[in-house]
């Protein structure tokens, strides 16, 4: 079993900026790969951005490249979602999940947080 724990989400401003925390435990040696999704209501789960555990790149959904950023910090097991020039478009609730390999679909990650909303005002 592998857990995550998403943090950081929380209220801002269009323009603004806001970093998401995502920590993970158990047998993470299982899993190759983080993603990080997002779901708006009455919409489905959509990719935003994965990336490796012992790689450097990275995979972004459009909506998001350029103005996204993930990383990892595998001494603490965490990875992270920079989240810069917010839109209203862009509130979710922002998941966390966990795969053996790389992908784009949410069907294809077995280990998932409990998600941090993000909401951005206009």
């Known amino acids: 079993q592998v857990q995550t724990v998403e943090s950081g989400g929380g209220l801002v401003q269009a323009g603004g900026s806001l970093r998401l925390s995502c920590g993970a435990s158990g047998r993470t040696f299982s899993t190759n790969v983080m993603g990080w999704f997002r779901q708006a209501p009455g919409k489905e789960r959509e990719f935003v951005a994965a990336?490796?555990?012992?790689?450097?790149?990275?995979y972004y959904s459009d909506s998001v490249k350029g103005r996204f950023l993930i990383s990892r910090d595998n001494t603490k097991s965490t990875v992270y979602l920079q989240m810069n020039s917010l839109k209203p478009e862009d509130t979710a609730v922002y998941y966390c999940?966990?795969?053996?390999?790389?992908?784009?679909?949410?069907?294809?990650?077995?280990?998932w947080g409990q998600g941090t909303q993000v909401t951005v005002s206009s």
């Open positions: 999940a966990a795969s053996e390999r790389t992908s784009r679909s949410p069907d294809n990650y077995r280990y």
């Open positions: 990336i490796p555990w012992l790689s450097s790149l990275a």
